[in-house]
């Protein structure tokens, strides 16, 4: 069946809202394996931060859900597809610094400690990506987005999200997998 992106995005809502889990990981893997989401896409613009909303609320994050994923929504979909590549800005770090915009209130004109601390976590973030280098892997990328937010939210917030070692289940429908290069492949846990 052929999805818009609106459909992938009410979707994802949708399955996101199921969720029980305290581990955003578990939570994008869920969704992951939707036929819906494709193993690239612009979907992974909302799809990953929303695991990271979902997972947060249900650690006990004080966040009206609903009200933030439909503003997740609408601030994910002004990001293009292959903003990888063409911008040098991951859409998933985005996506997961888009949440914690949205769990800390900021904007443009914050001028507090949550403004920066969101520019830290997607600059930590970007640097490991540029370390492993490309092709494009949305699964990749959101693993090492969603990862690296609970471990930057856990240790600055004292949050309580949960993370497991994280084993990559998409490698063989990725042509462009890196393989061994891959933290998340099979052959590296």
């Not at 503003?71 to 949440?99: D, I, N």
């Not at 998409?170 to 590296?188: A, D, M, V, Y």
Request: hydrophobic residues 35%.
């Amino acid at each position: 069946m052929e999805y818009t992106l609106e459909d992938k995005y009410r979707l994802i809502r949708a399955k996101a809202l199921e969720q029980t889990s305290k581990n955003p990981i578990e939570i994008a893997k869920a969704i992951m394996h939707e036929d819906y989401v494709d193993i690239n896409g612009p979907e992974h613009h909302f799809l990953d931060g929303a695991a990271f909303l979902v997972a947060y609320k249900n650690a006990g994050g004080q966040i009206d859900l609903p009200k933030a994923l439909d503003t997740l929504a609408e601030r994910a979909k002004k990001m293009p597809g292959a903003m990888c590549g063409f911008w040098g800005m991951c859409g998933s770090t985005a996506s997961v610094g888009a949440a914690l915009a949205i769990i800390n209130k900021t904007s443009p004109l914050s001028n507090n400690e949550y403004y920066k601390d969101n520019m830290e976590y997607t600059s930590l973030v970007i640097k490991k990506m540029s370390e492993i280098g490309g092709p494009r892997c949305c699964k990749r990328n959101a693993f090492l987005s969603i990862s690296s937010g609970v471990e930057f939210t856990n240790r600055k917030y004292g949050t309580k999200m949960e993370l497991s070692k994280i084993k990559c289940e998409f490698s063989k429908l990725n042509k462009e997998c890196i393989g061994i290069r891959c933290p998340f492949n099979s052959q590296n846990n």
